[in-house]
């Protein structure tokens, strides 16, 4: 994901003192006009469009977001503590097993009908950004989830927690082919996996699973920073 100017920062924008009431009111239209067009076009959808929708210049959405992580960010922010929130109650459950639906079944549905938060839950950030550490979090907690399934006899022993990153990548696929015409069908395919994740219906896998490297390079590739030297 590159920025379209020279970085000032790669955290989310916090206003070090309260803003006028003008500026405010041009952050929040911002912020709104964001969620919009991202949730249409994607993470990489236009900054002009989305400046245009605000009913402002783009000087103006630069002065608020000088590049687009410090937008994107601020854009989804809520959407991924809801996430850490259910990873959470889903490693409190005693059924460990209902704690991996809960978490899978809640990320689904933040992805539903939002493109761009299918790109972003797609995607690794880079180390220094500010929601880096909770997507670092999700990715611990999710390694937990797994593990206690597993230690519960519920869960297929060999799928590792990288393969979780095969729901992501196709339900955000799925989504995009049925918006609008079922929305709801992501849930028939999010089930039909998670059959396949049953300890009870294991077969042997002709492929091993991602290595951590592997998937954070695929993770980074997909944000359109991918570093093939390495």
């Known amino acids: 994901m590159s920025p379209e100017r020279a970085p000032a ?15 405010q009111r041009n952050r929040d239209a911002l912020l709104a006009a964001a969620r919009a ?5 994607g993470m990489q959808a236009s ?8 009913g ?32 959470e109650q889903a490693l409190s459950m005693d059924d460990a097993w209902e704690g991996l639906c809960l978490f899978l079944e809640t990320m689904c549905e933040l992805q539903a009908r939002d493109r761009g938060f299918n790109d972003f839950a797609s995607i690794r950030l880079p ?12 990715h611990d907690l999710g390694v937990r989830i797994v593990e206690r399934a597993q230690e519960q006899g519920h869960l297929r022993p060999d799928l590792a927690p990288e393969d979780l990153a095969f729901v992501i990548w196709s339900h955000s696929r ?13 849930r028939r395919h999010l089930y039909l996996m998670l059959d396949g994740f049953r300890a009870e219906r294991a077969h042997p896998l002709p492929e091993p699973p991602l290595t951590p490297e592997q998937l954070y390079r695929a993770m980074l590739r997909l944000g359109g920073t991918d570093d093939s030297t390495h």
């Open 174 to 186: 799925i989504i995009e082919a049925t918006d609008g015409i079922a929305p709801h069908a992501w």
């Open 56 to 87: 402002v210049a783009i000087g103006t959405l630069y002065n608020h977001f000088p590049v687009r992580l410090d937008l994107v960010q601020e854009v989804f922010a809520g959407k991924l503590a809801i996430w850490v929130a259910a990873a």
């Open 9 to 23: 920062s790669t955290a989310a924008s916090a206003p070090a003192r309260p803003l006028r009431r003008d500026a």
């Open 37 to 41: 067009v991202f949730a249409e076009h």
């Open 47 to 54: 900054l002009e469009q989305v400046a245009k929708r605000a």
């Open 127 to 138: 180390e220094n950004a500010c929601l880096a550490g909770q997507q670092a979090r999700i």
